[in-house]
RNA sequence: GGCCCGUUGGUGAAGUGGUUCAACACACAUGCCUUUCACGCAUGCAUUCAUGGGUUCAAAUCCCGUACGGGUCACCA
């Protein structure tokens, strides 16, 4: 019995051969130098902030190089699979606005020529391919059992060799081809697997984008193409599928490396060009016990990339947090060129970092914050619109309703040259300014510091309304009207003199200013006094100021 | 256990043989400025690049060993 007898007896219902589809999937009509790159997850309803990070990076690259960026939906594993678990990774995609040029678009529907980009859609393509293989005697059906496996297993662990399907211990290589259809008449169970060719004495090496040269033993695993359910494992429908999609750049996590003599060796035996490869870094976190240890979804929230939407931390500051974690010198070209897009920026493989690097939220707090500091009033509003719309929806009614006057208190201290920086995220806003909403103002609990006397707090404020504040006066009027009011009430209105001298005075002009703030915000931490006194107005500071 | 990768301050890291080689950023500390906070400014923070040996006139940078950390060895991706 030949090979090809073989091959038409397993996969009797293929009728395309390979040309078939070599044809249909021509080469791209790209210009030179153009990266066609992929995202490609298991539906499992989220992405990691890894994966973000290595999404953010594929689509990166085609985007300076004019190529291609893909969505491609790698679901050949049953126990991966979630409900809805596309349209959880296109939203996460969206949110953080990578945008897609080819790919799956919903949980059924694609765009782009290079289709089905969903491989439970595609097995008839696997199917042709490994057709032909076995064909060529380079693959062949196994009859082994879990069970005979775990033997072997067993066995290679008890002799202390390699474990692994392969050369001597690969028993159903060297069945005839007679055999195996004899047992496929039967009925038994069977699984295709790779004959592989390789010696473990042979070298191999891997060019990585990042790492540069590794040395590694050559493949001699035959490993299985084709699962009892009749899918492609991983390996084999990556090396099909970027194949047929002309993926040029493959990058993925480091956890891949050792896997590479495996694609290597297929896109060899195929004859396929075989795409670059850049092998990430694990993001890594210090957990409580002090280890270093992979970011994990179950474990650590920021790991969910939602975490971040949910927050209101704008996508911009997580993009240019992603850069400096992939390129070190990134940040130093942003410095230098504050204006410029950060597609300008020239992303260099060889500038990854090698080691897995820490996650560090604080970093990309402050990197948030710097963002933020430099938007304009309106576009802060707009952008706390849009996200108190979807998570904060009294907020959201509040500030719409009062909209000039909340950017009026948006804009305090901001359009300058040295703009303040508190807001780390739109959900951090509301915390910062709620004392500002008559609606939200709780004076149950003033954070009064120095002086908590309420008959001296009352002095204070009864003579400053009465004797001293006029809502018309300009910031240095307003301020010289409160140095009088340290000086009428034994306060040193100049901090110089009250450090020479503090046992002449019952305080000082900190102090009188604090007690005026808290009694207007309950907080001793604001922003500019005046600022916030112009936009309360005379109506809530008459009423603020009496305080029982 | 085999194979592979990595190890520079609290963190991210620059730097791949020699003119400050330990940059820069975050964090932290102190001081200044200041009505608070923040901003800003100034200063401080690795005599040393996991460790031992070797090559060299010269190494964080090259070589070997050791330790530690990570990954991988599935009909998971």
Redesign the pocket.
């Known amino acids: 019995m030949t090979n090809k007898e073989l091959a038409d007896l397993i996969f009797p219902n293929v009728t395309h051969d390979v040309d078939y589809y070599e044809k249909k999937y021509p080469e791209r009509n790209l210009k030179d130098g153009a990266v066609v790159s992929r995202f ?3 539906p499992t309803g989220f992405v990691h902030m890894g994966s973000l990070l290595s999404a953010f990076i594929e689509s990166f690259i085609p985007k300076i190089t004019d190529g291609i960026f893909y969505l491609r939906i ?4 049953g ?2 699979t979630v409900e809805n678990g596309i349209s959880g990774i296109i939203k996460d995609l969206k949110d953080f606005d990578i945008r897609i040029d080819e790919g799956m678009i919903s949980e059924t529907e694609s765009i782009g020529e290079y289709g089905p980009y969903i ?1 439970s859609k595609r097995k008839d393509i696997y199917e042709t391919y490994a057709k032909k293989l076995i064909s060529d005697g380079l693959a062949y059906p ?1 009859f ?3 069970k005979d ?1 775990e033997i072997m ?1 067993e066995k290679q662990e008890h002799k ?1 060799t ?4 392969y050369g001597n211990w690969a028993k159903c290589r060297n069945l005839t081809n007679e055999e195996r259809a004899e047992k496929i008449k039967n009925g038994e ?3 295709i697997r790779l004959k592989s060719p390789g010696k473990f004495e042979n070298k191999i090496i891997l060019n990585d984008l990042v ?7 050559e493949n001699d ?1 035959d ?2 193409l084709i ?3 009749g ?5 084999f ?1 990556h090396v099909i599928d970027d194949h047929l999609m002309k993926t040029t750049h493959v990058l993925r ?7 590479y003599p495996i694609h290597t060796q297929l896109f060899n035996l195929l004859r396929f060009k075989e795409p670059k490869y850049g092998h990430l ?2 993001v ?1 976190k ?1 957990d409580e016990t002090g ?4 970011l994990s979804k179950r474990k650590d929230p920021e790991a969910a990339v939602s975490y971040y939407h949910e927050k209101g931390i704008p996508i911009e500051a997580v993009k240019l947090y992603l850069l ?2 992939a390129n ?2 990134f ?2 070209w942003l ?1 230098a060129n504050p204006t410029s897009s950060i597609y300008d920026f020239k992303f260099d493989f ?2 990854m ?6 996650f ?1 939220i ?2 990309l ?3 948030s ?2 963002y933020i500091s430099k938007l304009s009033a309106k576009e802060v509003y707009q952008n706390l619109l849009n996200y108190t719309k979807e998570y904060d929806k009294d907020f959201y009614y509040l500030i719409k309703k009062y909209e000039d006057y909340t950017i009026n208190i948006l804009n305090i ?1 901001r359009e300058q040259k ?5 807001y780390a995220s739109y959900g951090d806003i509301k915390t910062h300014i709620w004392y500002m909403y008559d609606e939200l103002f709780n004076s149950d609990k003033y954070d009064f ?1 120095k002086i908590t006397d309420k008959d001296e707090i009352n002095l204070i404020l009864k003579t400053y309304i009465d004797k001293y504040y006029n809502e018309n006066d300009n ?1 240095d009027e ?2 010289n009207k ?1 140095k009088k009011l340290c000086d009428e009430l034994n306060y040193a209105s ?3 003199d009250y450090k020479e001298n503090p046992e002449n005075y019952k305080g ?7 007690v ?2 808290v009694s207007l915000t309950t ?8 600022e916030i006194m112009k936009l309360l107005g005379k109506d809530r500071i008459l009423k603020r100021t009496k305080i029982n």
């Open positions: 490609a997850p298991s790698e679901d050949t594993d126990k991966r491989q196994c082994c059992t879990e496996l297993r202390k390699r474990i692994g399907y169970k069977f699984i790492r540069g040269k590794i040395e590694m033993p695993i490993v299985v699962k009892g359910d899918l492609p494992i991983y390996h429908a996590g480091e956890e891949w490396i050792s896997s870094g694990l890594m210090i280890a270093r240890r992979k400096t974690i070190s010198n940040e130093v410095d060889k500038k970092s090698d080691s897995g690097s820490l560090d604080e970093k707090l402050n990197i914050k710097n201290e040295k703009p303040r920086k508190d510091q910031k307003w301020f409160i100049n901090m110089k000082n002009i900190a102090d009188v200013s604090t005026i703030r907080k001793s931490m604001t922003p500019d006094l005046y």
